[in-house]
């Protein structure tokens, strides 16, 4: 969590993203979405795209989404416009799988039988 300002990714990672030269995108067959909710009652929900290609990782999508309270639907919705603006890209489109990596905040090790498989 970044500490300096109100957000879920902290300038260190951020910076040499957004500087970085430009390359030209694959076209993807699938992209790994990862969600990291927010988990009190004042928090940023993390949510990034990530492509492989050849042994090249491409970061697609990258947001940080202030969630006030544990609001099912704002969370959802926020998810929803998220993929609807990476089907978007070309490099994309309507074919493309999204594999979702979700944390769940505050399970341990003990909680595992909780979660359905």
Known sequence: MASDRSSY?????????????????????????????????????????IGVKDGTIYLMGLASVRIERADVREVSQSIVVFLDRLREHPAIGKKCAFLPIVEVPNLGAHDRSRVPC
């Open 9 to 49: 990714f902290p300038d260190n990672v951020l910076g040499p993203v957004f500087t970085a030269d430009r390359v030209a995108v694959p076209v993807f067959s699938e992209l790994y979405v990862g969600i990291d909710p927010a988990s009190h009652k004042t928090s940023s929900m993390g949510i990034s795209a």
